[in-house]
């Protein structure tokens, strides 16, 4: 059950967006909110000697201030998405850390049930606006929790989607899936796309039977001789929450999320739940 989200936010505005899912979702779910935000490290702790030309000047007080202006600005956004909190009636907890953004943000994620992520944040360049950032990928390849990677603007979710595949990780997606479906109070519909008809109603059925324990509404979607990726994009509709596992086996997914789960993730316009 979903009793504590982890908010990750920095300045981006798809840490905006990142901070309405989750006050929603904690304010439906009765869930407490934890709030973190991460001075970067690696922009306080610059080389002691920065050579300007002629002459070499220490950057010791650029250090400092560059912390004292990161301090604030956290300072600041943790007060902010607090303050909307109480407002919604959410219970939250604030933290600022300082270390490395990902891993800080698993870190502090520990004994939380879900995080919420933005797309990409701050630090993020033109290019990346198309897929991931950089935070947001590590945080997917790295999290034992499943990862919510909220999009670019804010829809109301109106039906949770799932992939299954029928893996382990589909399953675990699942019964996050359905409990999001059931405190939501919308509906569920299952998609699986192989070439094997016999077995995508095998991994449906599963599904189902799930469902029906769980008292669930369920629409279930057999796709054959279609790419996963395509039938995913191709069925979502505005106001879905997409839901799967990550796909991929072996030493390959310590470092990918799978090509399905990547594609998914930096195409789609809905927000993504993903259970690596």
Avoid at 51 to 56: Q, T, V
Avoid at 174 to 202: F, K
Avoid at 254 to 275: D, F, I, K, M, N
């Amino acid at each position: 059950m979903i009793k504590s989200i982890l908010l990750a936010v920095d300045a981006s505005e798809n840490a905006k967006v990142a901070a309405t899912y989750a006050n929603f979702l904690c304010y439906k779910l009765d869930a407490t909110l934890d709030v973190v935000y991460v001075v970067d490290s690696r922009l306080v702790n610059m080389p002691y000697w920065t050579d300007y030309g002629a002459i070499s000047l220490p950057v010791t007080r650029f250090s400092e201030e560059m912390r004292n202006v990161l301090e604030s600005q956290g300072k600041l956004l943790l007060e902010q998405i607090k303050e909307k909190a109480e407002h919604a009636e959410v219970r939250s907890r604030t933290e600022m850390r300082s270390g490395i953004p990902a891993a800080e943000i698993i870190e502090a994620a520990k004994d939380c049930d879900l995080i919420v992520i933005g797309r990409h944040g701050e630090s993020s360049t033109l290019e990346d606006h198309k897929g991931l950032g950089a935070v947001a990928e590590r945080v997917l390849r790295s999290s034992n929790q499943p990862v919510l990677v909220a999009p670019v603007k804010m829809q109301e979710i109106k039906r949770v989607l799932l992939g299954f595949d029928g893996s382990d990780r589909a399953r675990e997606a699942m019964t996050y899936a359905a409990e999001l479906s059931r405190r939501l109070n919308v509906p569920m519909t299952a998609l699986s796309a192989d070439q094997d008809e016999e077995l995508v109603q095998e991994r449906l059925a599963t599904v189902r039977s799930y469902a029906e324990a769980h008292g669930l509404e369920l629409v279930t979607m057999p796709l054959l001789n279609v790419d996963p990726v395509e039938a995913i994009l191709g069925v979502a509709q505005e106001g879905d929450l997409i839901a799967m596992g990550a796909f991929g086996e072996g030493r390959i997914r310590e470092w990918l999320l799978g090509s399905t789960t990547e594609s998914v993730l930096r195409v789609a316009e809905q927000p993504v739940l993903l259970h690596r």
